[in-house]
């Protein structure tokens, strides 16, 4: 079958750095994708990454690894309006998304 | 702004009575999912269409129903909805499918069942 596994939930502090992991066991594999989702809202884009590496837009970085099935978020500067739900969804052989539960990041002041 | 616009944002409705949830985009794209999504789970794939192309996942349940009169419009048709289907339903659109179709959301509608 296919997994995305994030940890449920993550808690850091106003400032600081967080890295947010996700593997996965999927038939094939076309891209993945990191989406940020407010409590009671739908989830945005955040990054994509279909080659090995590391993406980074701004604060936030998203890193690939094909061969571990393997790939973080980081988030830097972290600040209060960061707290939300991470989701990690892969593209399959199939062109269908696979997603993740989702991580959700609490930032304490 | 081009943007996925979905309607309403809170829906009630009682065990049993059909209700019909709205999505329109204004971003051109060919193709239109829905999703539902409990709380603190993932998004789970109902539908989507390319262009009038229609394509059902194999565990959605034969109570939902989709029509997508237009490129801009799609509607979500809930037949019969039991307490279980309570969830938040998103809409989303993609330009095309394949690699690096990244699908862009609507605020999402939360659906009550009484």
């Known amino acids: 079958g296919q997994n995305i596994d994030q940890p449920t939930e993550m808690t850091a502090t106003e400032g600081a750095i967080v890295q947010i992991n996700c593997t996965y066991q999927?038939?094939?594999?076309?891209?993945l994708f990191w989406y940020q989702q407010h409590a009671g809202e739908a989830p945005t884009f955040l990054s994509y990454n279909v080659l090995d590496g590391l993406e980074e837009k701004g604060r936030f970085s998203s890193f690939l690894s094909r061969s571990k099935g393997y790939s973080y978020l980081l988030l830097k500067e972290l600040q209060m309006k960061d707290s939300a739900s991470y989701l990690c969804a892969v593209m399959d052989s199939n062109y269908q998304l696979i997603w993740g539960a989702g991580t959700k990041l609490i930032i304490k002041p | 702004d081009a943007m996925v616009i979905q309607n309403p944002r809170y829906q009630v409705t009682q065990f049993g009575k059909p209700v019909t949830l709205s999505c329109s985009q204004t971003?051109?794209?060919?193709?239109m999912y829905w999703y539902q999504q409990k709380s603190s789970q993932a998004p789970k794939l109902l539908f989507h269409y390319y262009d009038k192309d229609f394509n059902n996942e194999a565990d959605t349940p034969d109570n939902f129903q989709s029509r997508r009169p237009n490129t801009s419009f799609c509607f979500l048709d809930i037949r019969s909805p039991g307490l279980g289907d309570a969830a938040m339903y998103l809409c989303?659109?993609?330009?095309?499918?394949?690699?690096?179709?990244?699908?862009?959301f609507g605020p999402g509608t939360r659906l009550l069942v009484l």
């Open positions: 989303a659109t993609s330009r095309d499918t394949g690699a690096v179709a990244t699908q862009y």
């Open positions: 971003l051109n794209h060919n193709v």
């Open positions: 999927t038939s094939g594999f076309n891209g």
